[in-house]
């Protein structure tokens, strides 16, 4: 199993679609089945866990992931003294994971 964990919290753009609301969010964590979000804190998802969500991670030369999932859960954290709404979303399907992905392995506890 491949994962891939972005060197720099800001570096993938992701956007999130749920009930017809777009969401901007940041990339924390990420394999081919899952992936861990962050919002800022006035992006707050309210939906219940199991809820089907959308979305694309993006760099800045392309989409490098397109899914669709389930929320699995939600949870408050800090991160660079500033708190997020992280949601963890389950893929419907496993995507694959484009080298710019793969080639981000820096966990964000190191880049925090």
């Known amino acids: 199993m491949h994962k891939a964990q972005p060197l720099a919290f800001f570096h993938f753009r992701v956007r999130l679609y749920h009930r017809g609301r777009f969401f901007r969010a940041y990339l924390l964590d990420l394999d081919e089945n899952e992936a861990r979000f962050a919002l800022p804190s ?4 309210q939906s219940r866990e199991g809820a089907s969500i959308r979305g694309s991670v993006d760099s800045r030369y392309a989409t490098e992931a397109d899914f669709t999932g389930m929320l699995v859960s939600r949870e408050g954290m800090s991160i660079r003294g ?8 389950r893929f419907d ?3 694959e994971l484009s080298e710019r992905l ?7 506890s190191d880049a925090v």
């Open 82 to 89: 500033q708190f997020f709404h992280t949601v963890l979303v």
């Open 42 to 45: 006035d992006q707050f998802l």
């Open 102 to 108: 793969l080639a981000t392995r820096l966990s964000l």
């Open 93 to 95: 399907r496993a995507i």
